[in-house]
T-cell receptor
Framework: QKEVEQDPGPLSVPEGAIVSLNCTYS??????FMWYRQYSRKGPELLMY????GNKEDGRFTAQVDKSSKYISLFIRDSQPSDSATYLC???????????FGQGTRLTINP | DTGVSQNPRHKITKRGQNVTFRCDPI?????LYWYRQTLGQGPEFLTY????????KSRLLSDRFSAERPKGSFSTLEIQRTEQGDSAMYLC????????????FGQGTRLTVV
């Protein structure tokens, strides 16, 4: 079993919809949680960074962490075609240097 | 451009040849990471430097792989005697001391071994 599980999709939604992306994890030591966006043939771009549990909002993006359920989410409001990309969750324990990534969810926003 | 820079962007090589990739991190970042990403998968950690010291290596980093960061600035990743299974995107990331897990990635080097 992988430490981080993420549904690879693909996920296709109409423009303007609210998108929900999720990851589950098994390592209770994870304390830092990140979401990256990756366009085709490009490097991952950091979107959101959260420490421990709670919510964080940045414009149209909201990240949620539920450590009791070992579950993290990224919500995208008013989705745009330019949001079409692969979204990767990543996490690490306190003091660790490496990130453990999910498989990535491929998202398409249809105009 | 003040982001992480990787060269070359693409590399095609014949099986058995050696290849070397370069990464230039964000200038004030003292931590540098190498990851490998295969098609349809998330990046997998390979190795980590703090300044010039290589502090952690993954089991994925076989004896054919070597990474250096000689002056604590740019880094190189060399693969000797390449195999078809080495075909992947090799990603470099960097971070600053105070936010060690907020890593910023370069565009990657896509390696194809034929």
């Amino acid at each position: 079993q992988k430490e981080v599980e993420q549904d690879p999709g693909p996920l296709s939604v109409p423009e303007g919809a609210i998108v929900s992306l999720n990851c589950t994890y098994s390592n209770s030591a994870f304390q830092y949680f990140m979401w990256y966006r990756q366009y085709s043939r490009k490097g991952p771009e950091l979107l959101m960074y959260t420490y421990s549990s709670g919510n964080k909002e940045d414009g149209r993006f909201t990240a949620q962490v539920d450590k009791s359920s070992k579950y993290i989410s990224l919500f995208i409001r008013d989705s745009q075609p330019s949001d079409s990309a692969t979204y990767l969750c990543a996490m690490s324990p306190q003091g660790a240097q490496k990130l453990v990534f999910g498989q990535g969810t491929r998202l398409t926003i249809n105009p | 451009d003040t982001g992480v820079s990787q060269n070359p962007r693409h590399k095609i090589t014949k099986r058995g040849q050696n290849v070397t990739f370069r990464c230039d991190p964000i200038s004030e970042h003292n931590r540098l990471y190498w990851y490998r990403q295969t098609l349809g998968q998330g990046p997998e950690f390979l190795t980590y430097f703090q300044n010039e010291a290589q502090l952690e290596k993954s089991r994925l980093l076989s004896d054919r792989f070597s990474a250096e960061r000689p002056k604590g600035s740019f880094s190189t990743l060399e693969i000797q005697r390449t195999e078809q299974g080495d075909s992947a995107m090799y990603l470099c990331a960097s971070s600053i001391r105070a936010a060690n897990t907020e890593a910023f990635f370069g565009q990657g080097t896509r390696l194809t071994v034929v």
